[in-house]
């Protein structure tokens, strides 16, 4: 029995060839594009397994297909692709980059509590101030409210590295009932149990949670029911001080009303590593403002993604062989 693989993300050599060595049933085909219509159209004909990044091949073109892995945790890219509602499963890469983005929401966390930003601006100025005490007293994390809005495999590790600080969990979740996951993780990290929070809530019961965080991260896929999730009305049910961080997707907030409310003073401040539209323009309010932190759309970056994507993929190559339930099964309707 040979299964035809067709891997259309660029890989290494040496990474490539541990696809090869999963079985000797694979047959793999290696086409590195980002568009469909660069997909090699005999090959798609033939391919059973395609791993991909968004290029999706229409279902009639791709008879044969039965399991796509892509490499990116979200399907917003893909919405409204034919092919996601087909009967063709369909997993994430959910849990490759949850170790770099949980360290990347806590150094935000970090440096807005211990005044960071103010501190380079000081020394670039080459200024050693008066009133220190008002300038950089910080905010201890011990004993502050951390919500954590999406409990999938970024917000669990977030939760642990949260828990080391001393701080109280609090988390969203669409189904808070199934609060276990056994997608993949590196050892030692995440919450696959989901013991970690003191409290979960289901997504409907949100701005509940806001009400008694002292700060606010998302990390939710970005649907049709979390678009402007983070709205005017959101913002005013925060508490006084709220230092919001967004490292999923820009358009889970409305910008005009995070504008408004950090010129307001609704919330403190917020450390923003997506945005609305990118990348975001330089007539934006954010960019001058001194209680932002801003970053280029990298939270997710680590020389190891590669290296973790096919340990997930080779893993579940072997599962699917081996006719066993695939890791980070995916809905092409929910979006995740």
């Known amino acids: 029995m040979t299964v035809n693989v067709l891997v259309s993300t660029r890989f290494p050599d040496d990474l490539l060839e541990r696809v090869r060595a999963v079985s000797p049933e694979v047959r793999l085909s290696y086409a590195p594009i ?8 005999s090959t798609v004909a033939e391919t059973e397994v395609l791993y991909t ?4 091949p229409n279902p009639e073109d791709a008879p044969g297909l039965r399991w796509v892995q892509f490499h990116t945790a979200g399907l917003d890219h893909v919405q409204g692709h034919p ?3 087909c ?22 966390i970090l440096a807005w509590a211990h005044r960071f930003p103010r501190m380079f601006a000081y020394q670039k100025q080459g200024v050693w101030p008066h009133g220190r005490w008002g300038k950089f007293v910080p905010q201890e994390l011990c004993g502050a409210t951390i919500g954590v809005i ?10 642990r590295l949260a828990r080391a600080f001393g701080m109280r969990v609090l988390a969203t979740k669409r189904d808070p009932r199934q609060i276990a996951d056994d997608g993949y993780q590196l050892d030692g990290t995440g919450d696959p149990a989901g013991d970690l929070p003191d409290r979960v809530y289901p997504a409907a019961a949100t701005r509940s949670m806001l009400t008694e965080c002292d700060y606010v991260v998302l990390c939710a896929p970005l649907t049709a029911e979390t678009h402007h999730l983070i709205d005017e009305m959101a913002f005013k049910a925060m508490k006084p001080g709220v230092y919001l961080v967004n490292v999923s997707r820009g358009k889970l907030i409305d910008e005009e009303a995070l504008i408004k409310a950090l010129q307001d003073g609704q919330i403190a401040g917020a450390g923003l590593d997506v945005f609305e539209v990118e990348p975001l323009p ?55």
């Open 34 to 41: 980002r568009d469909r219509e660069s997909l090699p159209s």
């Open 282 to 336: 330089s007539a934006s309010p954010l960019w001058k403002m001194n209680n932002v932190i801003i970053s280029p759309h990298v939270s997710g970056f680590t020389p190891s993604y590669d290296q973790r994507a096919i340990d997930l993929f080779t893993g579940n190559l072997r599962r699917y062989l081996e006719r066993k339930p695939l890791m980070n099964l995916a809905s092409g309707k929910a979006g995740y």
């Open 83 to 85: 092919l996601l509602d």
């Open 53 to 56: 990044w968004g290029a999706l």
């Open 150 to 159: 999406g409990y999938g495999s970024i917000g669990r590790e977030i939760a």
């Open 87 to 108: 009967d063709v499963a369909l997993t994430t890469a959910s849990g490759v980059h949850a170790v770099p983005m949980a360290e990347y929401v806590m150094g935000s």
